[in-house]
């Protein structure tokens, strides 16, 4: 915990209570109120908890206004470029860039864990096949603690350590027969001689009656989206996982809950949506109306994957995933995909638009990321389970550093009560 170095003086009803302000090696500094309601008898108040620091960390930092995302000091937009997924896990799990040899080990180490227990194929076989993917993610991967006991106990590192390495590894291969199983096809098994991101298209797209062989192109770019969605700071999800953990919950149980949240379409439908908004323009030719709609305040309507909710300026995330976006674009073409089309052009009219420079409504890693996953051929119910499976690794780096801080306590956030004060039972006769 950071030194306090200075302190606020809050005034109610003619008694003063100091409260320390802590100082962070970036962002703003943290008023401590942990004392607040032993000594004033007052909750704070701040629905969504946007003003709120839960805990202090280590792994990621963002400053929206700047457009800035850091994960354990390092710009994102240099990690995507220059770095891959699984260097970015060593990353956030262990604070520091990897050796060469730390690298082969941890990847060798992941590589072995990808295969799932046999016995949980039976999970996928009962449930519907239109089960939505994500509900498939979120029942198998809680069920991992049915299987896996020696990884439970969050009180042993070592426990922790493999539960870790099971959940990066085995993410892959759950997201895959979660969409194999919902189009019919038969599961196919990991290789240990892929790489991460080759291995989890070949997994999806292969078929027993042929080879497949992953293009290098589509599998950087998919490497690209897991790293760029590896860590987003205490974002819905990932604070839905720090919940979960504070009561003790075994990591397989939390991480589940992560995903849960990750579903909603506020969080992690976010590229989906804005598929389903590329569809509903249709043509290239209607995408003027669209423009003028969003642009009108009495229309409900509004372009997804433009703008951001944390980031004020730019998503950093966006540039390098552009660059991707570009690549497979030209390596599948766009001229036999209307969806792609309307989304070309879309982002060229928007870019050179003074309403959205001015407006700073540039596009977003959600836009360009469900460009690339529409035009491999993913359909947009496995867009968030892929987004589950790049942030697996953060939700996990968040849980340690939860499950090792000394001032851990069990959430138990306060409320401003504005319901009935105490009153009489009435028997129901007398209604």
């Known amino acids: 915990m950071a030194e306090s170095t200075k302190s606020a003086t809050l005034t109610i009803d003619g008694n003063s209570f100091e409260l320390p302000i802590y100082s962070p090696s970036a962002g703003p500094d943290v008023m401590d109120i942990r004392k607040l309601f032993a000594q004033a008898n007052v909750f704070t108040y701040d629905p969504g908890f946007t003003s709120t620091a839960a805990c202090d960390s280590t792994i990621t930092f963002i400053d929206g206004d700047e457009g800035v995302l850091l994960h354990r000091g390092y710009p994102i937009d240099q990690l995507a470029s220059e770095s891959h997924y699984l260097e970015v896990c060593y990353l956030l799990l262990y604070g520091e860039l990897p050796s060469a040899a730390q690298l082969e080990e941890f990847e060798n180490l992941v590589t072995n864990h990808t295969m799932i227990h046999e016995q949980m194929i039976n999970f996928f076989r009962g449930f519907?096949?239109?089960?939505?993917?994500?509900?498939?993610?979120?029942?198998?991967?809680?069920?991992?603690?049915?299987?896996?006991?020696?990884?439970?106990?969050?009180?042993?590192?070592?426990?922790?350590?493999?539960?870790?390495?099971?959940?990066?590894?085995?993410?892959?291969?759950?997201?895959?027969?979660?969409?194999?199983?919902?189009?019919?096809?038969?599961?196919?098994?990991?290789?240990?001689?892929?790489?991460?991101?080759?291995?989890?298209?070949?997994?999806?797209?292969?078929?027993?009656?042929?080879?497949?062989?992953?293009?290098?192109?589509?599998?950087?770019?998919?490497?690209?989206?897991?790293?760029?969605?590896?860590?987003?700071?205490?974002?819905?999800?990932?604070?839905?996982?720090?919940?979960?953990?504070?009561?003790?919950?075994?990591?397989?149980?939390?991480?589940?809950?992560?995903?849960?949240?990750?579903?909603?379409?506020?969080?992690?439908?976010?590229?989906?949506?804005?598929?389903?908004?590329?569809?509903?323009?249709?043509?290239?030719?209607?995408?003027?109306?669209?423009?003028?709609?969003?642009?009108?305040k009495n229309d409900p309507f509004r372009l997804m994957g433009f703008g951001h909710r944390v980031y004020k300026n730019h998503d950093p995330r966006a540039t390098v995933m552009?660059?991707?976006?570009?690549?497979?674009?030209?390596?599948?073409?766009?001229?036999?995909?209307?969806?792609?089309?309307?989304?070309?052009?879309?982002?060229?009219?928007?870019?050179?638009?003074?309403?959205?420079?001015?407006?700073?409504?540039?596009?977003?890693?959600?836009?360009?990321?469900?460009?690339?996953?529409?035009?491999?051929?993913?359909p947009t119910s496995m867009f968030t389970p892929i987004f589950a499976l790049a942030r697996t690794v953060g939700w996990i780096s968040q849980w340690k550093e939860q499950i090792s801080d000394p001032q851990l306590k069990i959430g138990r956030p306060r409320q401003l009560y504005l319901g009935e004060t105490p009153r009489d039972y009435v028997d129901i006769e007398k209604r």
Request: with cysteine; charged share 20%; aromatic share 8%.
């Open 128 to 296: 519907r096949r239109d089960a939505h993917p994500m509900a498939i993610m979120v029942g198998v991967v809680g069920a991992m603690s049915a299987f896996y006991h020696d990884s439970t106990d969050i009180n042993d590192a070592h426990q922790r350590e493999v539960a870790t390495i099971r959940l990066i590894a085995k993410m892959p291969t759950i997201a895959a027969m979660a969409y194999k199983y919902t189009i019919g096809q038969p599961f196919i098994y990991p290789r240990n001689d892929v790489d991460y991101a080759g291995n989890f298209l070949r997994m999806c797209f292969a078929v027993p009656a042929e080879d497949y062989v992953v293009d290098p192109i589509l599998s950087r770019a998919m490497d690209r989206i897991f790293t760029l969605h590896a860590d987003h700071e205490q974002n819905a999800s990932t604070s839905t996982v720090r919940l979960a953990s504070s009561s003790g919950a075994n990591p397989f149980a939390c991480i589940a809950a992560g995903i849960a949240c990750l579903w909603g379409p506020a969080h992690g439908g976010a590229n989906q949506a804005c598929l389903e908004m590329l569809k509903e323009i249709g043509t290239p030719d209607r995408i003027p109306e669209f423009i003028a709609r969003a642009k009108d």
């Open 322 to 378: 552009k660059e991707s976006a570009d690549e497979v674009l030209e390596l599948l073409g766009v001229e036999n995909n209307p969806i792609l089309q309307v989304a070309k052009e879309l982002e060229k009219q928007a870019l050179e638009d003074p309403y959205f420079a001015e407006k700073k409504l540039f596009p977003n890693v959600d836009f360009y990321s469900g460009i690339i996953l529409e035009a491999m051929g993913f």
